[in-house]
């Protein structure tokens, strides 16, 4: 999912737990209904989660959050996925979908060339390739 040309879009109802918050992580972006609640219990099953999911945690909540959502293998409410900005949105169950997808439609509004240069952008920026990010940039200026 990580390595599409569009933005990808998880929604959350309920429960998510494991595999499913590696899947949720690799998304661009997250939306959780309220009642949410979310773990990794691979510490407490003596499971080793993937290195590229502990990368992607550790790139989006800190490298401190993702340790204790590892160790600690709690339960996280959805008010603390969206402080901790594992989530950027959260509504009641009800309103969740109709919301995302007005959030997606939003997105898809987009010119869709330049945001698909920007992901490029981002992937290499993670990768540390700051040169490589330049060089996306200047080829996309180039075109226009």
């Not at 040309?5 to 499913?20: D, N, S, V, Y």
């Not at 490298?63 to 989530?87: C, D, I, P, Q, V």
């Not at 200047?138 to 226009?144: C, N």
Request: net charge positive; charged share 25%; with cysteine.
């Amino acid at each position: 999912m990580m390595e599409m040309p569009f933005p990808t879009i998880a929604m959350l109802f309920g429960h998510c737990h494991g595999g499913g918050v590696q899947l949720a992580a690799s998304a661009d972006f997250r939306f959780g209904d309220a009642p949410l609640k979310l773990s990794v219990p691979a510490v407490k099953n003596r499971l080793f989660y993937p290195v590229s999911a502990l990368g992607r945690l550790a790139l989006i909540l800190g490298e401190t959050r993702a340790k204790r959502l590892m160790y600690e293998g709690e339960m996280l409410n959805s008010k603390t996925l969206l402080a901790w900005g594992f989530l950027d949105g959260v509504c009641p169950s009800a309103r969740l979908e109709k919301e995302t997808l007005a959030y997606a439609a939003k997105l898809a509004a987009q010119p869709r060339e330049v945001i698909a240069v920007y992901q490029e952008i981002f992937r290499a920026l993670r990768r540390g390739d700051a040169d490589k990010a330049r060089e996306l940039r200047a080829q996309a200026k180039a075109r226009k």
